[in-house]
């Protein structure tokens, strides 16, 4: 185990040996392993968007095994699906890549203004499917967000028993906020601190843009001169927020984007201290070459081996 794992392990005092262990798995896999980033494939995107708006851009990805696949070869750290996608191929890939069980998931057959989501797998399950952990999505800024809190951290307790880390999509939505602060920095930030406080090992967001939503933010970030000039900045700051840095924080790859736009959020990711990335569509919206290749390039500036 690197030096650098073992430190990370170290902010999680309070936790068991099985959730430790399966904290150092997920570190210790892949291209990255070791090196206390993460490169993540989350294939979620079926249930949250639809079958055809996630896959017909590439059709072998109808295929949950497909994404398996995909991940083992690219040397992710982690596969992360809802319960039937795991299913699918969970005996097949068995031992060969870490995975985390989405349990609850958003369709968009109705609009909301005030999104919710159901739970559609449990801790038995991912225990059955031999998971590292479990994955939770929480909307701060919904009328529904304390709900989701207080499913979560029950959750979250019944994860650490039975030794699960515990990984949370922190997405602002809703009518507490405009679009535009959905990706704020000072509600990306808050929606940070949010799952950290509610005893996330992994935090997943969106990457913040300069945007301040709330008005009395505002008045501390300019009175404090906190810098959020330029993306890593920004990353720095969320990260912070997140127990000065001592939990993990990873960022989303959003939809589907060019190339250049995609390395070049990377680096300012790794150049402000954020753990990794989460990408789904912009890696299996692509051939499988393609997204071997773009991949290679995501993990190689992580690692330092391409600029």
Aim: charged letters at 20%; one cysteine or more.
């Amino acid at each position: 185990m690197s030096a650098r794992v073992r430190e990370i392990l170290g902010w999680y005092g309070s936790d068991n040996p099985g959730t430790l262990t399966n904290l150092a798995r997920l570190l210790g896999a892949g291209t990255l392993a070791g090196t206390g980033r993460l490169v993540i494939l989350p294939v979620d995107q079926g249930f949250e968007h639809g079958p055809a708006r996630s896959f017909a851009p590439n059709p072998a990805a109808y295929d949950p095994r497909y994404h398996f696949e995909l991940a083992i070869e690219a040397g992710c750290n982690a596969y992360a699906a809802p319960l039937g996608f795991l299913e699918a191929g969970a005996r097949e890939f068995a031992g060969r890549i870490p995975l985390i069980l989405k349990l609850n998931n958003h369709d968009v057959l109705l609009e909301e203004r005030d999104p919710a989501q159901a739970l559609t797998g449990s801790v038995r399950d991912a225990l059955r499917l031999g998971c590292v952990g479990i994955g939770f999505t929480i909307y701060p800024g919904s009328e529904h967000r304390l709900v989701m809190y207080e499913r979560l951290r029950g959750l979250a307790e019944e994860a650490k028993q039975h030794g699960l880390v515990v990984v949370v999509w922190s997405y602002p939505r809703g009518s507490g906020l405009t679009k535009e602060g959905e990706t704020a920095v000072d509600v990306t930030a808050y929606a940070a601190h949010i799952a950290a406080q509610l005893g996330a090992h992994v935090i997943k967001v969106k990457l913040p843009t300069a945007h301040l939503e709330q008005a009395a933010a505002r008045k501390v970030y300019e009175a404090q001169g906190v810098p959020i000039g330029t993306l890593p900045e920004r990353v720095r700051h969320v990260v912070q927020s997140a127990f000065d840095g001592r939990r993990i924080v990873i960022f989303s790859g959003g939809a589907a984007a060019a190339e250049a736009q995609v390395f070049e959020e990377v680096r300012a990711i790794r150049d402000g201290g954020g753990f990794g990335s989460i990408i789904g569509r912009n890696s299996f919206q692509r051939s499988r070459a393609d997204a071997l290749r773009f991949l290679g390039t995501v993990m190689g500036i992580y690692a330092g081996t391409q600029k």
